[in-house]
């Protein structure tokens, strides 16, 4: 985001280290040279301890910052899927999950610096409290000086920072907003977009403007302090690349915030 006449900044992510075992998910190597910060599953919508290493590993090499990146115990699912945990339940799987991403890049020498909730456990925090709470909670109580990454607009942005966290807030380049300010959903056609460069220029009017763009080209105000490009998603290289481009040729910085 703009500070007073200060040029325009902001961090690039994407979630990684989502393989599990023998099984590989996205070029984690490849989407290392263009991101700033790099969010690493803990083990339980993906990733294992040697994944979870190797990643923290790679990213240190490249001047990559790492945040944990938990989600909920799914991995058939992808951690997609909504599980009906209790608030309570859901604030100990984070805190756990936190906990392993501290002792891994620990372990790697780059200790972890933010946590962004993945897949169905990230989206309930736009809208459901207790669920927003329950994260804010396990992150303060493992270590109140990890910034919380949240989505742009969503109700946790205030909950966090109520609670006394940091807050960095995040918008998606290959995925589609309705008229609320929310992602559409994955089942509905549009809501993956795979045209880079109109991905790319979405990205750079949402920056420019500190706004949310929805579907219908309107504009809705929020704060903007990190674009993640998903991994998985296919062409990811491409378009994480090409967002990096647009944005870096119009004079903004890409540069991690923690």
């Avoid at 994260?135 to 942005?157: E, H, N, S, W």
């Avoid at 998603?233 to 040729?249: C, D, F, K, N, S």
């Amino acid at each position: 985001m703009k500070q007073n006449n200060e040029p325009l900044q902001i961090d690039l992510n994407s979630d990684m280290g989502e393989g599990y075992g023998a099984y590989r998910m996205g070029d984690d190597e490849a989407i290392l040279d263009i991101v700033s910060s790099a969010n690493v599953a803990c083990g339980l919508h993906a990733g294992d301890p040697e994944i979870m290493a190797k990643t923290f590993s790679m990213a240190k090499a490249r001047g990559v910052a790492v945040g944990a990146h938990p989600g909920f115990p799914d991995l058939w699912g992808f951690g997609r899927r909504i599980i009906p945990f209790t608030a309570g339940e859901i604030e100990r799987l984070v805190a756990y999950q936190i906990g392993a991403a501290q002792a891994l890049s620990a372990y790697a020498g780059h200790p972890i610096t933010y946590v962004k909730a993945h897949g169905a456990m990230g989206n309930l925090t736009q809208t459901e409290h207790d669920i927003a709470t329950a994260i804010a909670r396990a992150i303060k109580a493992v270590d109140p000086d990890l910034v919380c990454v949240t989505f742009a607009g969503a109700l946790m942005q205030s909950v966090a920072s109520d609670m006394g966290l940091r807050v960095k807030c995040e918008v998606f380049a290959d995925r589609a907003y309705d008229e609320e300010g929310h992602l559409v959903h994955r089942k509905v056609p549009g809501a993956v977009l795979h045209d880079v460069d109109f991905a790319a220029q979405r990205m750079l009017r949402m920056v420019e403007a500190g706004a949310i763009e929805t579907v219908s080209g309107n504009l809705l105000p929020v704060q903007i302090d990190t674009i993640c490009v998903h991994s998985d998603t296919p062409g990811a290289i491409h378009m994480a690349a090409q967002v990096r481009r647009v944005l870096e040729r119009a004079g903004v910085a890409i540069r991690s915030f923690a």
